[in-house]
């Protein structure tokens, strides 16, 4: 099937979707989730068959330990499903309602986009994950994986049509987009028939989408996060918040990448901070102040400052007061998440009003800024853009809305 | 000054704007309304010349009659910016607040964009109007107005600007971007200078901005609006309806543009309608059946169904039944404003949940589709897509938000 094709049957699929009541695709995602439960030998059988091709092409090893499913990781794209069905469902949500002067009642009330596209990379649980998103925010989903995952995806898809199939559902609610580059470019450049593009991945995906995208995009992810410990800082809660910001999963948008110190405390907090990053496994790649402190950090280049590692590595740079730090996360940021550790009011409330960021954190982990955390349940992504949604991404913002207007025959004098 | 470097000054200023209390925006508006109208005689003897350029270029009357200022326009515009500090500040609402299991608070609150681009044509009300209404939503923004107005949008910047300078803002808040096509492409790919790009104007214009910008759009403004007349409807509420949307004010975007008609009303209601038509000076383009109820309907063409006449001008066709006329919507809709006329409640809630435009109105003219009726004060467009803002766009779709956590050491586990 052609993309254009594919994608009217999407848009088909999705009058459907826009009117089924939260009964019905609570329903669907329950049979969606057994349908998946049951292929899960056919699907592990389909993901061997992926790691292998990869295997053969050279590809890296965190590259296949994310492409690769076990029963775990099933149980965890199952459960996925029944837990959005648990969610609550936005569409019909009163956003605001008032009367004109003349009695004409006007709404606002949420309604699903339309037709959802997707592209992301090679985790295939990302397939599972957006197509019960969508269904459950009356989207239907045109899912473009990674070609690595290809027959992960298919045996996935498969799946979660017939449970589609048997709630009476139309199955091109959710479809996956095969074919070469040129259905990426088809995808992007289809303004009418999909609504929304979101990219899921690293940067050279989210970028390239952004890019070249002609469909409006919700740009998601990349965090080059900063920590300022300033200089009335608790250092117990400083160092706290470090490690697990930065190690407790490095390889995440919202794991730390740049610590910021204030000149008053740094001789007293760097050393500790050095300790307890080193017992953590982290690398410091400070600026030559910072190595002044100790031979065991390394030298960063001034690009280190830009750099998303995600991996042990931390940025550290030493700065001489609370403007010379925004400065600097105005000049380096990616508008994720930036994090103060101050006891000082005055401090803590002008970096929030000053730091433009899709979250800014006082005294906590940035590790908390996450769909899941937030109690939005499964998120579809984190957005680093202003327009739409910003921040973690859960139900509600996959829907726009629409005003309705009733009256008895007024007109406009 | 090229046009990098006034995008740069124009994020610096945006950094004040953005904590600036409501009473200093509103008491720069007022400086602002208070220059333009001393700039009067200037902007007058300003627009004559843009007047003259235009007519010695041969351009046709309606684009003069929207280039050409006034007295009372120009009272218009210094009302305008008055009238923007009447309305409430959007700037720091809670949108909503909750606390984590583990006490840390999470906030979100609405902040502006940071720096606004407004692509627009000749009317050069549009300055003042934009720059107002990003001022108090706390936007610095970039005005990019038509050659053709450009001395008159030079001399309504400079009083803008004065009065900024005088209440002690930045005056890079509001700037016009000057230069050649090739500026225009250099705002669309500004990304990170420029938060987001609204065209406003024709669909030439607005298609231009979609397709070419890599910045975000927002998408304005263009409305093959509909008027269904169900079998049901009050003869009398939808002649007046239907006069009222077509003939109010003909060249705008919320307009009705096609009648519908059931095909079991027609033989009543068509006549009627015609006539009420015909005396407001409305010319009907009909299908063949319509043509047959009435010598004086002109033949439309198929593509007049996809026409926006923005004109004394309405495409009629019948339709068997509500299924029918809510297709025909589907495959000619702009996403604007969509009408049914009916007393059927169940076809009215039909249409409502079916239909997938901005705004959907039972028994009401689609006139009212509009900021200053919606109560919103001044608009800066009203938005066909479906990411961020559909229908009017006031003061609160000019802001995105941001996510504040405070906490006092948490981390996650």
């Known amino acids: 099937m052609d993309f254009r094709t594919q994608a009217e049957a999407a848009r088909t ?13 609570d329903s669907a995602l329950g049979a969606m989730a057994d349908a998946l439960a049951a292929a ?38 199952v459960q996925g499903l029944r837990d959005v069905a648990a969610l609550a469902d936005p569409v019909g949500d009163a956003v605001r309602g008032w009367r004109l002067g003349n009695g004409v009642e006007v709404r606002q009330v949420r309604v699903p986009f339309g037709v959802v596209g997707i592209i992301y990379e090679s985790r295939p649980n990302v397939t599972a994950d957006a197509a019960g998103l969508c269904l459950k925010s009356g989207n239907a989903a045109l899912l473009r994986g990674s070609s690595t995952a290809i027959e992960s995806n298919k045996v996935t898809i498969a799946a979660l049509r017939s449970g589609l199939e048997r709630s009476g559902i139309d199955v091109n609610a959710v479809s996956l987009v095969e074919g070469d580059r040129s ?24 970028n390239a989408v952004v890019e070249g995208s002609k469909v409006p995009v ?17 250092h117990e809660k400083a160092l706290k918040i470090l490690v697990n910001a930065k ?33 953590a496994g982290v690398t410091m790649h400070g600026t030559p102040e910072v190595c002044g402190f100790s031979a065991s950090v390394v030298p960063a280049g ?6 998303e590692y995600l991996s042990l590595d931390i940025a550290v740079t030493v700065v001489g007061d609370l403007a010379e730090a925004i400065d600097h996360i105005r000049a380096h940021t990616t508008g994720h998440s930036e994090t103060i550790v101050t006891e000082s009011r005055a401090n803590a409330d002008r970096f929030v009003a000053e730091i433009d960021a899709a979250a800014v954190l006082v005294n ?28 973690p991404m859960g139900l509600t913002e996959l829907t726009s809305s629409k005003y309705i207007l009733s009256g008895e025959g007024q007109i406009r004098g």
């Open 13 to 25: 699929a999705s009058r459907q979707l826009a009117t089924l009541t939260r009964d019905a695709k």
């Open 218 to 234: 919700i740009e998601t992810g990349t965090g080059n996060c900063h920590l300022f410990v300033d200089a009335s800082a608790d």
């Open 364 to 391: 906590a982990s940035s590790r908390f800024i996450d769909g899941g955390e937030f109690g939005f349940g499964a998120e579809i992504g984190i957005s680093t853009q202003k327009l739409h949604a910003r921040g």
């Open 40 to 77: 899960e030998p056919d699907l592990l059988a389909a993901n061997e068959r992926d790691v292998a091709t990869a295997q053969g092409e050279g590809i890296s090893g965190s590259l296949i330990d994310r492409l690769r499913l076990d029963r775990s990781r099933v149980a965890g794209m």
């Open 302 to 307: 001034e690009d280190e400052f830009d750099a």
């Open 183 to 206: 259905v990426t470019s088809e995808m992007m450049t289809a303004r009418g028939l999909v609504d929304v593009l979101i990219p899921r991945g690293g940067a050279g995906l989210i």
């Open 247 to 279: 190690v407790q999963r490095p390889g995440v948008c919202n794991a730390v990448e740049t610590l910021l110190v204030h000149r008053d405390t740094a001789p007293e907090f760097l050393p500790k901070a050095l300790h307890a990053l080193t017992e």
